[in-house]
């Protein structure tokens, strides 16, 4: 036996080994072995992506546009990007040292995560929120601290609560707004006062703001357009949610040139580009697709009024979510805990939801629905609610 394998207790890395699997696998599976399950546990859009973004995709193919791209991505790609976060969000970024067009979103937060950490360094992160922060941070020797909101402030996290939980190793502030799983957003006002704290701690700012386009009420502002936060934001974005285009596998990232570059070497070694073919669907996305983005965001606005309304019928308390696609209704006076409820839900009722303390703190006693299915979907699924809810009252 080799010296080396005499030292080694585990095969695996001990990092990986104790980051746990992701709870909302759990329902998945089980859903998946039953039939006439109605979901709204998906985190993914209903519709398939827009036609035109298929055809340029196509027609880049067909093109023979097959090879690796640049690493940071197409340049025109990247200048549509940096159009579109100016003309929509009013923010600017230099296509050529401030953009990075990377695998989904999935992969901006891992490598943000990746170029900043040191082994040890804190990020705080506003819970409940989308499951992969906790374990990214692991994952790149940093240690997650989560922070809870709770539906008394809509889910708003306000700069007290994030001051109380920063250290002298506190690095990065982790924030998604639209919210997974609460569809929380928050405005100018919370904003500045994070901004503030932001400056006066020496803090960088993850920002993921992948359902930005997806607000219904008031216009997404972005973090880096406040102040002097541009210089101090790592703002992640993609296609997935807006665009319909979970599969493609393209998201964006927007970062100072210093920042930008070390991710770029991430990316470089690790994925070397994205996908050319779906670099050029993104790029028609973004120059001719706002009308179809319209037209989807339009129907998830219609079915979130329709969910809340009837939520509030049905008895189960629930604020209502500002953007995104999903509802995180309170199920604490059911007596159930948010894994029985779900469980229960799903083997009576066949409706899957996801249980809240999947997201992190704050989340038990809430369920995650997604909305992004269909009116009539949506209308057997809150019959079936109301019935298991009857039931159980
Ligand atoms: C808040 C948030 N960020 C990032 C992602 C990942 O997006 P992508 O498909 O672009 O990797 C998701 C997917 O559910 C999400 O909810």
């Known amino acids: 036996m080799s010296s080396i394998s005499m030292n080694r207790t585990s095969r695996l890395s001990d990092r990986v080994q104790e980051i746990p699997p992701s709870g909302i696998r759990r329902f998945f599976d089980l859903a998946s072995t039953m039939e006439n399950v109605i979901s709204l546990g998906v985190g993914e859009p209903d519709f398939v992506t827009p036609w035109k973004v298929r055809e340029a995709s196509i027609s880049s193919l067909e093109r023979g546009f097959t090879s690796y791209s640049a690493n940071a991505g197409v340049i025109e790609l990247r200048r549509a990007i940096a159009d579109y976060m100016e003309t929509r969000f009013s923010v600017s970024y230099d296509p050529d040292t401030e953009v990075l067009v990377t695998v989904g979103a999935s992969e901006a937060i891992d490598i943000g995560m990746r170029a900043i950490l040191n082994l040890g360094d804190e990020v705080i992160i506003v819970e409940p929120t989308f499951v992969s922060y906790r374990s ?21 996290v306000t700069a ?43 803090l960088l700012v993850f920002s993921d703001e992948i359902y930005a386009e997806l607000s219904y009420d008031e216009p997404h502002v972005s973090i880096a357009e406040i102040g002097d936060m541009k210089d101090r934001t790592i703002l ?8 319909a285009m979970t599969g493609w596998r393209l998201g964006f990232v927007l970062a100072p040139p210093d920042i930008l570059a070390a991710m770029l070497k991430i990316h470089q070694y690790t994925l070397m580009c994205a996908p050319t073919m779906a670099q050029y669907g993104a790029i028609e996305a973004l120059e001719n697709g706002m009308e179809d983005l319209q037209h989807m965001r339009d129907a998830y606005r219609q079915r979130r009024n329709y969910v809340v309304k009837t939520f509030a019928e049905i ?26 409820f779900a469980e229960k839900l799903l083997l009576e009722e066949r409706v899957a939801v996801v249980p809240g303390h999947v997201f992190g703190k ?3 006693g809430y369920i995650r629905c997604s909305y992004a299915t269909s009116m009539d979907n949506l209308q057997e699924a809150m019959t079936r609610l109301d019935r ?3 039931k159980y009252a």
């Open 236 to 243: 992640i974005s993609g296609f997935s949610k807006s665009f």
């Open 315 to 340: 008895g189960l308390p629930c604020h209502s979510p500002g953007g995104a696609f999903y509802a995180f209704p309170s199920v604490g006076n059911t007596g159930f805990t948010s894994e029985e």
């Open 136 to 156: 990214l941070v692991s994952m790149a020797g940093g240690v997650p601290v989560p922070i809870r909101t709770g539906i008394e402030d809509n889910f708003k």
């Open 160 to 202: 007290e609560l994030i001051k109380e939980a920063i250290t002298p190793r506190t690095k990065a502030l982790m924030i998604c707004f639209p919210n997974n799983p609460t569809g929380s957003t928050v405005g100018r006002e919370e904003l500045e006062g994070i901004a503030k704290l932001a400056e006066e701690h020496n």
């Open 362 to 364: 704050g989340g038990e």
């Open 388 to 390: 298991f809810l009857t």
